[in-house]
């Protein structure tokens, strides 16, 4: 750090130099993130020192908190759901499976003295395999032992693979509405039933599809109207236009949210149930406001033109005989393309565009977030074949 301070000007300049080398959304179909909508950001900036790690001091900005948790459960057919706002998919599974474990770990000590019993093993958790990398660190921080289950052809979980590793010490399962990396929804009522079957925990991903699959024509059981899902993470920062840092994590049950309570003694509130102390309130009222702002309605109209672009971008690759791997469920594609890592370099590298890969099986991806126009997709289709036609 300098001894003494720039001015404004000089840090406006060096901040200004730093902006202009960050990529602008207009090139990117890699990222599940956007231009957060207007009127959350103006929401941002008012309550930018609002500190929710404190509420009793931000009471007006805790009340939007409750709002949003609220409405968040009416979308996922809940209304009298706990939870709270995050900041984002992986302090919400991180946290959902974390109460999970300590329920479990608090049944067994109740049965006998845990560490001295030599029968106990690690807990487990099981997932599909297309879950997620937070879930990695969920195994890494939670100690628990990750069972990924195999994937059917159309690359959801596989139901059988999912009830053949469970067993004695599984806490519970994870189910995915929007895969990541496909944007594939799992069976999740034949998940929920399992759940129920073997009285587990059933947590649904729902980061990406969240702000999705409610306002889609196309209706579909992901959410707490299936009686075995217990918990449920979605992030107003990816399809809900919010800005960052902005997730949600939601239980059915107040008992699994209380097994997350901490004392905090110096504090303005006594308890607290979060993974971070200190937390943005900015985000709470960006997504208060942008969530009253557009309404199911609105949200409906952002999803419904994210999907035409997508048909509208399937069928330009059609043309070029390039087809997705999977019939896309959402506005997330992953196409069968030869060399995916070199066709992804060289799009980077020859024409500025950001795409990604998928792991398993290999494929180019694409999301097609609110920020992606017809125009966009034209000059973009028209970059992909020309690389395509090079490597023959
Ligand atoms: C994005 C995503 C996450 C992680 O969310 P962050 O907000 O990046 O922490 C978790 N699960 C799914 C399915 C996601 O798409």
Not at 147 to 164: C, F, I, P, Q
Not at 166 to 195: H, M, R, W, Y
């Amino acid at each position: 750090m300098n001894e003494t301070g720039l001015s404004e000007e000089e840090i406006r300049s060096i901040l200004n130099d730093s902006k202009a080398q960050d990529l602008t959304y207009e090139r990117v179909l890699s990222s599940m993130c956007t231009y957060p909508h207007k009127i959350a950001v103006e929401a941002h900036m008012q309550f930018i020192e609002s500190n929710m790690g404190d509420f009793g001091l931000f009471r007006g900005t805790y009340d939007l908190e409750k709002k949003v948790l609220s409405a968040l459960g009416e979308l996922l057919h809940e209304t009298n759901i706990v939870g709270y706002m995050t900041t984002g998919g992986t302090e919400s599974n991180i946290q959902a499976i974390r109460s999970m474990r300590n329920i479990f770990l608090q049944q067994h000590k109740s049965q006998d003295s845990l560490l001295e019993d030599q029968n106990f093993e690690r807990p487990n958790l099981v997932v599909p395999d297309s879950a997620h990398f937070s879930f990695d660190k969920v195994s890494d921080i939670l100690d628990v032992e990750l069972r990924k289950a195999s994937l059917d052809k159309d690359l959801k979980v596989s139901v059988e693979s999912v009830g053949s590793l469970i067993d004695q010490n599984t806490i519970g399962l994870v189910a995915i509405a929007g895969s990541t990396e496909f944007g594939q929804v799992d069976p999740i009522k034949e998940l929920s039933d399992i759940a129920l079957e073997n009285n587990i925990f059933l947590h649904v991903d729902a980061a990406f599809g969240g702000f999705v699959l409610p306002f889609m024509e196309k209706s579909y059981d992901f959410d707490f109207k299936l009686p075995g899902v217990t918990s449920i993470a979605i992030d107003p920062h990816k399809m809900g236009l919010s800005t960052i840092p902005s997730g949600a994590l939601l239980f059915r049950d107040s008992h699994q949210f209380e097994s997350l309570r901490a004392d905090t003694p110096y504090l303005t509130v006594s308890t607290q149930y979060t993974l971070t102390g200190t937390r943005s309130g900015a985000a709470v009222a960006a997504t208060y406001a942008v969530m009253n702002f557009l309404g199911k309605e609105g949200y409906r109209e952002t999803v419904s033109r994210c999907m035409e672009l997508t048909d509208y971008l399937l069928d330009k690759l059609a043309e070029m005989d390039v087809y997705p791997l999977i019939e896309p469920v959402m506005n997330v594609i992953a196409l069968e393309v030869p060399e995916c890592d070199l066709v992804r370099s060289r799009l980077a590298k020859e024409f500025n565009w950001q795409v990604s890969i998928t792991q398993n099986p290999h494929g180019l991806r694409l999301v097609i977030m609110p920020h992606v126009s017809f125009e966009m997709i034209d000059s973009f289709v028209v970059d992909l074949k020309k690389v395509l036609d090079s490597l023959e």
